[in-house]
């Protein structure tokens, strides 16, 4: 059985709203009912002729805008292909019956593309509401002077809803183009050699929060392997192209460097020369399978968590320093080594997974600390998943997070 057609130019006469259609010359293409019948034309006074000659401005008012106000939104439509939400008008009408008399209205104005396969726009839907009725029953016996201070007033909110919609827009585009970038630079999950491990990053909702967390992974010679992570201040498009600097940075660093110290002095130098870099904080480690061991040095980040086995948590926090670039001067970083048994698992992190709002950030610690000995049996991917469900679930991402996790 087919479902029925829609007639949809029906549905458009139908809508209870008032809509037209104007070519990308802003000639009426069609008009609806409601259109028609709150402008007072027919629809032959209408379709088929330019908008301004049948809603010229009104010539006995010097200060009238308007047209020209209009005629502004829709040139920015058929440029960008985004809708314009205009302030409240003041738009005079030609009286229909009585020519050369012109009512005062107001009108708030609504326009949106109709793009074509190729793009371009090929239709501009002009949505109008008549607001006449509400200005003046706000105005009183005072009539003019309060019509126009609540005109005013009016066209200051729909201005700045207007410009909240462009910046939501526009931090839209950023949080899309921060997060690609991140894609591209960081490198994908999977094992190293024949060791099991797990990376997730979870980006934050809120478009200028996005993209200053970091992991990176290095094969080194032997059964060796660096693994970082680290975090830009500031957030957006900026602090994406910023995490990829340091982290390239830090990965040709640790190929060379005699340890993860080493290597973050060497980071430390090149951050003072990348503008957005101040304070960022990273930590990395050397893990030595032939050794069973792991080397670390931080750079004002939280500590790594060491899991072993039997469920017990070590913290890896004896070789912390402060942030990147934090110091004016050249001082070598400290650096820490701790060994670790077959099965134990080394957990890096950034503190948007543990730090929450108003709460001591060893709060989240001791709950990152006790989702992981719960779950210690787990394989490093369930295991990721368990912790993000134990410490993200069940509030809002207001901050990037990144996880992780390798068996040792």
């Keep these: 059985m087919t479902e029925p057609a829609i007639d949809y130019a029906a549905v458009f006469q139908a809508l209870p709203g008032m809509v037209a259609l104007l070519t990308p010359e802003l000639v009426y293409a069609d008009a609806n009912e409601e259109f028609l019948r709150m402008s007072g034309r027919s629809r032959e006074q209408v379709v088929g002729h330019y908008l301004f000659d049948v809603f010229p401005d009104n010539p006995n008012d010097p200060t009238a805008t308007g047209a020209r106000n209009l005629a502004a939104s829709l ?9 314009d939400a205009m302030a409240l008008q003041r738009y005079d009408l030609e009286s229909p019956k009585r020519p050369g008399v012109w009512e005062e209205r107001y009108w708030s104005p609504v326009n949106e593309a109709v793009l074509g396969p190729d793009g371009r726009v090929v239709l501009l839907v002009h949505r ?3 607001v006449t009725e509400l200005i003046r029953a706000r105005g009183g016996p005072e009539g003019s002077r309060a019509r126009v201070l609540e005109a005013e007033l009016y066209t200051r909110a729909r201005e700045l809803q207007e410009v909240n919609e462009r910046l939501r827009r526009a931090n839209a585009r950023d949080r899309e183009v921060a997060l690609a970038l991140q894609e591209a630079l960081l490198p994908a999950p999977g094992p190293v050699g024949h060791h099991g491990m797990a990376v997730r990053y979870r980006p934050a909702v809120d478009a200028l929060n996005v993209c200053g967390d970091w992991y990176d992974l290095v094969d080194l010679p032997g059964d060796r392997i660096g693994v970082a ?5 500031g957030h957006g498009l900026r602090a994406a192209c910023v995490m990829g600097q340091l982290r390239s940075a830090l990965s040709a660093a640790s190929r060379v460097a005699d340890g993860p110290a080493q290597a973050l002095e060497v980071l430390g130098l090149y951050a003072r020369s990348v503008a957005g870099a101040e304070s960022a904080t990273a930590v990395n480690t ?3 399978w032939d050794n069973g061991t792991v080397t670390y040095s931080s750079a004002g980040h939280p500590p790594p968590l060491l899991l072993h086995a039997d469920g017990r948590i070590e913290f890896l926090d004896r070789a912390t320093d402060p942030p990147l670039g934090a110091r004016p001067e050249h001082v070598p970083r400290p650096q820490a080594t701790t060994t670790f048994d077959e099965g134990d698992t080394l957990v890096l992190y950034t503190d948007g997974l543990i730090e929450r709002r108003y709460e001591d950030i ?5 709950r990152l600390a006790d989702s992981l000995a719960e779950h210690r049996r787990e394989d490093p991917e369930a295991l990721a998943d368990c912790v993000l469900a134990a410490l993200l ?3 809002p991402a207001t901050d990037d997070a990144a996880l992780v996790i390798v068996r040792l």
């Design 75 to 83: 040139k920015r439509v058929l440029e960008s292909g985004e809708r």
């Design 128 to 130: 109008v509401e008549e």
């Design 229 to 233: 992570v680290g975090d830009v201040v």
């Design 286 to 288: 050397l893990i030595d």
């Design 362 to 366: 060893d709060v989240g610690l001791a």
């Design 393 to 395: 679930a069940d509030r």
